[in-house]
């Protein structure tokens, strides 16, 4: 996030570049999701979009674990409908964020574009870039990707990731063997 603006919007590829100038067009916009009094509201949009995809679901004390450490922001259209969502674990020190969640609501709204969702998702990641740079970061963190592809369902994630940089910095994620049981023992 060091970089000018231009700059990183220049290392995005063709496509991503595209899918972003059309959602703009498109009457896409950008806010911070209020966190007032709104943790069960982005709860129940997690869990909802979690039991789609078939992944794990988050509780509530896992949540408010990480929720004052966490910026929300959110895609909405031109009525105002939530497009799309993406949380980030924030490190102020290092003046770095990790996506945590990213929450496309096309799977848990009837009748809707998937390929417009899948524009204001991209724009989203733009807007945020943006955002933390304009708020001190230094790095923006999507998460990671597969190096060693043998998964084949992270593989549109992957390409996703990769349209809007080549930059893939080798980091580990590890929890000790005590810190697993006491998050277990807790019903983490």
């Known amino acids: 996030l060091e970089q000018d ?10 496509g991503t570049k595209y899918e972003i100038k059309r959602a703009i067009r498109e009457g896409v916009n950008f806010s911070i999701f209020k966190k007032e009094n709104n943790i069960t509201s982005y709860l129940n949009y997690y869990n909802e979009f979690a039991k789609a995809k078939h992944l794990s679901l988050i ?45 496309s609501l096309f799977r848990i709204i009837d009748n809707i574009d998937k390929n417009f969702i899948g524009r204001a998702n991209r724009f989203l990641h733009w807007q ?11 790095l923006y963190d999507m998460g990671g990707v597969a190096l060693n592809n043998n ?9 996703f990731k990769l349209g809007f940089s080549q930059n893939i910095i080798k980091e580990y994620n590890l929890v000790s063997p005590l810190l697993f049981l006491l998050m277990k023992l807790k019903k983490f």
Do not use: C, M, P
């Open 128 to 138: 945020d870039i943006i955002y933390f740079k304009n708020n001190n970061y230094k």
């Open 151 to 159: 998964d084949t369902s992270t593989i549109g994630i992957d390409k």
């Open 5 to 14: 603006e231009n700059l990183i919007f220049k290392e995005f590829s063709k």
């Open 59 to 103: 509780s509530l004390n896992e949540l408010n674990y990480y929720w004052d450490n966490l910026i929300i922001t959110q895609a909405k259209d031109s009525q105002g409908n939530i497009l799309s969502i993406h949380s980030y674990l924030t490190d102020k020190k290092l003046k770095r964020v990790r996506l945590f969640h990213s929450i």
